[in-house]
């Protein structure tokens, strides 16, 4: 437990949100009185139906479009392989290029090697060391053949931003001159809370979200598919979300999808001003007692909630293993990863000797962390690394 209270100091954010209380409360009822299949003809049905019309509205009006261009999905994952395997099917013959970024999460980067696997091409631009890619490097690898064209919002690694605006300008002008049409595709669910996602100021085509990084259920998400964009159905069947996504829609987390990401939005501009303090106070704080550590994000290009840190001759999980102990919650690169030692694909694209790669941290804050969370988890990084230099068998 941490010194100063008996909770979990979790400090995980970028992996995973408790369900806020508001937004549970909007859910329940979706579960047992409201329970009636959204496509029924009857009452009971239309008040399923109304809780994801409700929920579409607020939607779109956090990423200023229209409802009709909100599909709901089953994640951050579905959407992104909605956007990549759906734009990839409608090339007739198949085949194509597509172009996207070395520090992808793995949810674009795996549809992208099977469909290589298939016989599309792809290009992966790199990064600097801050984790930033160049937006006239990007469209410079657009080719005629382009169909689609993806870029993350904001990495769930390091916390780095893309300018989503530029790349996308950039990237369209280079299609066009070369006679090609491109859709541009961001994948947001690390933006959303954070950032404004307003798609006509991104200038995307395509942009997948995901409820449970914003305080809602895990298993909901979101892709918008802008007016006139066709993209083959993944799942095919009744013909729900306008026949883009088929299966009974998952009503409860749809709903609680609408309420988190309304409130996360109401209050994005708000906590900015805090979660800064506190990534000020991180960083300072680890430089000054660990000065041997290494910051691995932008330090002006980058989201407050996530901080990557590495530390020489560590790796990352005995450090993570003894802040357990100490009742707190952080993360070696992103989670689906976190349990191989494999070092990070992002840290390695931001030329990260492969050593210090393996020894590095990921501390993500969240609305309820405190300046207290912030002390506890700078004495506990200290004692932990120091405990495992003077004992370095405990790292095997
Ligand atoms: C940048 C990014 N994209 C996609 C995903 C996948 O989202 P989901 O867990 O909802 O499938 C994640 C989650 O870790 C993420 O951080």
């Known amino acids: ?55 579409r ?37 198949a085949g194509g290029h597509i172009v996207t970024t070395a520090i992808e999460h793995h949810a674009i980067i795996h549809p992208v090697e099977q469909l290589e696997k298939l016989g599309y091409e792809a290009t992966y631009v790199g990064v600097d060391r801050t984790g930033k890619v160049d937006p006239d490097e990007f469209a410079a690898a657009v080719r005629a053949d382009t169909f689609l064209a993806s870029v993350m919002l904001v990495n769930n690694e390091v916390g780095t931003i893309q300018d989503v605006a530029t790349i996308a300008q950039k990237t369209r002008e280079a299609s066009k001159l070369l006679g090609g049409k491109v859709l541009i595709h961001t994948d947001a669910v690390q933006g959303a809370g954070k950032l404004s996602l307003n798609v006509s100021d991104l200038g995307v085509d395509l942009l997948s979200l995901s409820a449970h990084k914003i305080y809602g259920p895990k298993g909901v998400g979101a892709l918008y598919v802008k007016r006139g964009v066709e993209l083959e159905p993944l799942i095919a069947g009744g013909g729900q979300e306008r026949q883009r996504r088929s299966g009974t829609e998952n009503v409860a987390s749809i709903v609680g999808f609408g309420e988190a990401i309304t409130l996360a939005e109401s209050e994005r501009i708000e906590s900015r001003g805090r979660m800064q303090q506190l990534a000020n106070k991180l960083v300072e704080g680890v430089a000054e007692r660990i000065p041997d550590s290494s910051f691995n994000s932008s330090k002006t290009d980058r989201v407050p909630e996530i901080s990557n840190f590495s530390f020489p001759g560590v790796e990352g999980e005995p450090v993570l293993l003894g802040l357990d102990f ?71």
Do not use: W
């Open 326 to 396: 100490k009742g707190i919650a952080a993360s070696s690169g992103s989670a689906c990863s976190s349990a191989s030692l494999e070092p990070s694909h992002v840290l390695l694209a931001m030329g990260i000797d492969p050593a210090l790669a393996v020894g590095s941290v990921r501390i993500s804050f969240g609305r309820e962390t405190t300046e207290t969370d912030v002390n506890d988890v700078l004495q506990a990084l200290k004692d932990v690394l120091d405990q495992l230099a003077t004992f370095p068998s405990a790292q095997n």
């Open 57 to 93: 509205e607020q939607v779109a009006l956090v990423l200023g479009c229209r409802s009709g261009e909100i599909v709901f999905t089953g994640g951050g994952s579905e959407s992104n392989n909605l956007a990549i395997k759906g734009s990839a099917a409608m090339r007739s013959p």
């Open 1 to 55: 437990m941490t010194s100063s209270d008996e909770r979990i100091n979790y400090l995980d954010h970028a992996a995973t949100t408790p369900v806020r209380p508001e937004v549970l409360g909007k859910m329940l009822p979706y579960f047992t009185e409201k329970f009636g299949n959204p496509s029924s003809l009857y009452s009971l049905a239309g008040e399923a139906r109304y809780g994801i019309d409700e929920a």
